[in-house]
């Protein structure tokens, strides 16, 4: 079968009444979720992650799996729209993606035109949805034809080279996301040895013998994390919300805003492809892109729609790019994707190159959802802008219970334990302490999620080479993922150190 084959086979699984009714729900929840400040598509996603195990309980496993994932994967690039709803009528971020946004997007809503920026963006992540799907089609045959030539050298390295890659663009400090990195690698190891069956840091309790749950500490750290800040910090949304009038763009609108949503969409999708650099970085580049290009640079930070379409359009695509790593090589690109990827290994399934030969279903039924859901996602934004605004406005005093409700909820539904329950708070408070540190918490996501692959993968390439590290060297493929892992951590640091030196020299 050819990827056409493939394809149209996807879009069969897709367009089934239960997945359609998934994919609805999913981008539903995530443009909430993304519209509400804080809450973000990584503490979305955990949350809604048991749910969807239990509801999609009575279908056989690999229609379960495929119909768990459409949800959640509706709720990761539904909430990268949401976030754009507070950033233009609140001058609030939903998402870190969305920072750029309010530079423009607010300043249109001060101008009267809150709706027609709103439309620009349900009208960019569409268009951005529709590249990064082309981009997948085309991109995913050939990597996972590549991918399935790695040896366990080439995979050892390439997992470290993603773990890198997000700690050299988490957070304002490098050596604090390397330490979080760490941290989640070494939680990965609590348990029995899947090898030599020795006990490592259980203390002898019969509890941790499985190892730690990967659902309860994503929950614990993201979303309960979210309620222990905005009960500790009291955080409210005190801003003025915009009046939307008019939501359908004029003639003029549309075609200023055409080629930067063109742009964004394609550099979004590029940049999302690479492990580590994200929606955040995509959305700046765009802007930054379209500021250099205009004829009248002037004009952006004063209600310019080119400030609106292209960032919202990178930060959409680069969603849909993050998936290319995810399925074809087993790399997640961001946090998001780690907690997918999680999803995926809660079914028994693997991604990676052999996705694509083992589970088609799955594979193309989750890349022709993307198509669907974002048409739902358009559909749906379009004539709700007004609602979806309304959300904003919803009082703390009833969203902190029901987060906690789903939090307790979820967890105790996939262990049945009380430990788990406890772990879940610990986790809580841990989440909300680092955050309010500047510690990030997508690399630990990621050391907790590729710790066991890494060892397993290196301890396969060492026992090919009777204990020889040099094995990882003289493979060309696995010493340039170690070059380019090595790089990605040493160049910022580059950077930043001429940095200071320009300065000393400026000041002596």
Known sequence: ???????????????????????????????????????????????????????????????????????????????????????????????????????????????????????????GSFAAGLIALIGLILLANPLASIALKFGPAEYTSLMLLGLLAVSGLGGKSITKALMMTVFGLLLATIGIDSVSGVTRFTYDMPVLYSGLEFLTIAVGLFAVGEVFKAILERESNDGEIAKITRIIPTKQDLKDSSLPIARGSVLGFFIGVLPGAGATLASFFSYIMEKKLSKNPKKFGTGAIEGVAAPESANNAAAGGAIVPLLTLGIPGSGSTAILMSAFIMFNITPGPLLFE??????????????VGNAILLILNLP????????????????????????????????????????????????????????????LVLGLVLGPMIENNLRRALTLSNGDVMIF????????????????????????????????????
Request: charged residues 10%; glycine residues 12%; hydrophobic residues 50%.
């Open 473 to 508: 060297f003289q493979k060309p493929l696995s010493l340039a993922f170690i070059i380019v892992g090595i790089l990605w951590i040493l160049t910022p640091l580059f950077l930043k150190l001429r940095g200071k030196k320009l300065i000393l020299n400026e000041e002596g």
């Open 358 to 371: 083992e589970h088609p279903d799955v594979a193309w039924g989750l890349i022709a959802s993307m198509f």
């Open 384 to 443: 709700m802008v007004k609602v979806f605004a309304k959300v904003v406005e919803t009082p703390a005093k009833y969203l902190i219970p029901l987060i906690i409700g789903f939090s307790f909820f979820g967890v105790y539904a996939v262990q049945f334990s009380v430990f788990d329950l406890g772990l879940l708070i610990a986790c809580g408070v841990s989440g909300y302490f680092l955050s309010k540190n500047d510690f990030p918490i997508a690399p």
């Open 1 to 123: 079968m050819g990827t056409l084959d493939y394809l149209l086979q996807g879009f069969a699984t897709a367009l089934q009444w239960h997945n359609l009714l998934f994919a609805f729900f999913g981008v539903l929840i995530g443009t909430a979720v993304g519209v509400l400040p804080g809450i973000g598509p990584m503490s979305g996603i955990a949350l809604l992650m048991p749910i969807t195990a239990s509801i999609t309980s009575g279908l056989p496993a690999e229609a379960a799996a495929t119909s768990s994932i459409i949800l959640l994967a509706g709720v990761y690039y539904g909430a990268m729209y949401g976030g754009s709803t507070t950033s233009i009528l609140l001058n609030t971020p939903g998402e870190s993606s969305s920072v750029v946004t309010t530079l423009d997007g607010h300043q249109m809503a001060k101008n009267g035109r809150a709706g027609i920026a709103l439309a620009i963006c349900a009208i």
